[in-house]
């Protein structure tokens, strides 16, 4: 099956069977932007590519957690992924979320976690600044047909007191079961959605298997909870309000976008046909900035996998836009499918596209790209980047560097594999040396990781667990790509200069946050004198004196910590030409001895 898209417009097939007929259903998704100003790059009307889709779906939805199951739904819903944030990132023991889609209304109460106390009165709620809005936080358990992964269904059991709740439908005493509350997709074997699928006994082994029953509702396809069904499928400019779900902006409002989809489908020994495809769900990803547009349509089909479908050809237009002509595809699918055009007509998308859209793309030369607002807070820093600014690290080895260039290091190490000078093979790498190597190995591997979407959060929690090893982080490993699929795609960033410039910029400006944040906030137990040497220090103003102020021994714990985490995630770098070197190769105690003496005046 040949399959013709603009790159915003990923295709999914899913054959099936009901009520005696087989039927190929065919899913189109597409991300656009949230209209809230979060992304001022992002051009209004111009959607995402299909991978930057992907990679913000992969970033708000658990691996594990099915948000569509492919098949045509009978109305429309909206589906929200992402976390309650509690204000400017304070910490709170309570507050809400709140979503409006068109004329529904849903609000969430967020609480702290709690536990039923002996006397069986909830305790104090914990305070938080986020939690993922999910049904593994909602009410539940391993015994409620409604919502089996959630909390709070059995008191006994030491569970804590689920932490999302509808506002108007609150725990209030043990024994109390409130319906289950949460924005994204429901289970397909929960209740009471799981009524709906329909009746597979004798009648159905008989006479409808492998079909779905005859009996099946077709509400069974609807995902969310019902509270979150529109009466039709979506028509386009639907309004929107999202409330504390995201960590810079309280409220995220606008409205979706207007189009209409279409697909034109060849098969064997039938005519073509041109195909409307309805919108059925809007998938918010706050966090990302991002709603998916999910459209449907379904082709019959004779054969059991819909192999007699030999092309499909997706586009969109604008609703009220006059629909092209079926000819107009047609020709466009026997030239790209015939190879009779060149690249330039490959590559170019218009005949799928929207005008309006066709102009705005034709001025940018882009899609929208999925990159942070200049507004917003940036990224966490990769582990360790704080910690190796909290003491001027930096401007002390480089003091460090200009003692041992005098020859005056007072510490041996490694012989050097190279040297710029005669004599220097013998005598060792110089602290400046080394200290280059060691900014070089810890950027290799914060930027291995930064690219494998291990967040800082996940790291910490393996490497600060002393009972833990490389074993940790490798099992974090393969939870976050559980197949080779995964790993591979990874490597096409290589290939992407525009991303990893994104990526380049990204950490350059975070870097210069950091620092900006070290000099202007006075770290915990530093006294003000200390606070005014690691200033200068990181401004490379530092003086002798400025140094002497800055205690040796909390140096070299951090170069300690820094080691240690070098050790554990050096293994994991790929083997390249320009791999640093290893961990065994760096001349700690030279570093130490050598920041000891910039730090008694020695020289």
């Known amino acids: 099956m040949q399959l013709i898209t603009p790159p915003e417009i990923t295709i999914q097939t899913y054959p099936y069977g009901w009520k005696n007929q087989q039927r190929l259903a065919v899913t189109l998704l597409m991300g656009v932007p949230l209209h809230n100003g979060y992304q001022p790059t992002a051009k209004i009307g111009l959607p995402y590519s299909a991978q930057d889709m992907w990679q913000a779906i992969a970033d708000n939805i658990a691996n594990d957690a099915v948000f569509d199951i492919g098949f045509p739904k009978p109305k429309a819903e909206y589906l929200v992924y992402g976390k309650f944030h509690a204000p400017d990132g304070f910490a709170v023991s309570a507050g809400e979320v709140e979503v ?73 005493r043990p024994g109390h079961t409130p319906k289950p509350a949460s924005l994204g997709a429901t289970s397909v074997d929960w209740m009471p959605r799981k009524k709906l699928w329909g009746s597979y006994g004798d009648h159905w082994q008989k006479h409808e298997a492998p079909f779905f029953a005859s009996n099946l509702q077709p509400d069974f396809f609807m995902q969310g909870a019902q509270d979150q069904w529109l009466m039709q499928h979506i028509q386009g400019n639907e309004r929107y309000l999202i409330r504390n779900m995201h960590p810079v902006f309280r409220e995220i409002e606008g409205k979706l976008p207007s189009f209409n989809f279409h697909l034109l489908t060849q098969a064997n020994n039938q005519p073509d046909q041109l195909l409307s495809c309805p919108i059925d769900t809007a998938l918010f990803l706050p966090d990302a900035n991002m709603v998916v547009l ?8 004779e054969t059991f996998d819909g192999e007699e479908v030999t092309l499909l050809q997706a586009a969109y237009s604008n609703v009220g836009e006059e629909t092209k002509a079926i000819t107009v595809y047609q020709e466009h699918a026997h030239a790209r499918s015939n190879d009779l055009l060149d690249d330039e007509q490959i590559e170019n998308y218009q005949l799928f596209r929207p005008e309006t859209v066709n102009t705005l793309f034709s001025t940018n030369q882009q899609l929208s790209q999925l990159t942070l607002s200049e507004e917003a807070k940036p990224l966490p820093l990769p582990p360790g980047t704080a910690a190796i600014g909290a003491l001027g690290l ?210």
């Open 100 to 172: 409006q889609f068109q004329d529904l209304k849903k609000r969430l109460a967020i609480t702290g976690p709690r536990f039923w106390r002996k006397i069986l009165t909830p305790t104090t709620p914990e305070p938080i600044s986020e939690l993922e809005i999910s049904y593994a936080n909602s009410f539940g358990g391993e015994k409620y047909l409604q919502n089996p992964t959630g909390i709070g269904f059995d008191p006994s059991s030491g569970d804590p007191l689920p932490q999302i709740e509808y506002q108007n439908d609150l725990v209030s």
């Open 294 to 301: 999910i459209a449907r349509t379904e082709v019959p089909i």
């Open 394 to 603: 930096g401007g002390i080895l480089a003091a460090a560097a200009k003692a041992a260039g005098k020859g005056d290091t007072g510490a041996t190490a490694a012989p050097s594999a190279s040297s710029g000078t005669e004599g220097a093979a013998d005598s060792g790498p110089s602290a400046e040396e080394v200290s280059q190597q060691f900014d070089t190995a810890m950027e290799k591997i914060k930027e291995a990781l930064a690219q494998l979407g291990i967040s800082p959060e996940q790291l910490d929690e393996v490497l600060n667990d002393e009972s833990e090893d490389k074993a940790a982080l490798m099992v974090l490993l393969k939870e976050k790509f559980p197949n080779s699929e995964d790993l591979k795609a990874l490597e096409g960033i290589k290939d992407n200069p525009e991303k990893a410039a994104q990526i380049a910029e990204q950490k350059t400006q975070q870097g210069q946050q950091a620092l900006q944040e070290e000099m202007t906030n006075k770290p915990e137990g530093m006294s003000d004198a200390q606070h005014q040497s690691l200033k200068k220090t990181l401004s490379g103003e530092a003086t002798e004196e400025d140094l002497a102020n800055i205690p040796a021994n909390q140096v070299d714990q951090q170069l300690d910590t820094m080691m240690d985490e070098l050790n554990r995630l050096y293994p994991l770098t790929p083997e390249s030409d320009d791999k640093p070197p290893s961990p065994d190769e760096i001349a700690v105690d030279m570093l130490k001895e050598s920041i000891r003496k910039v730090l008694k005046g020695d020289r």
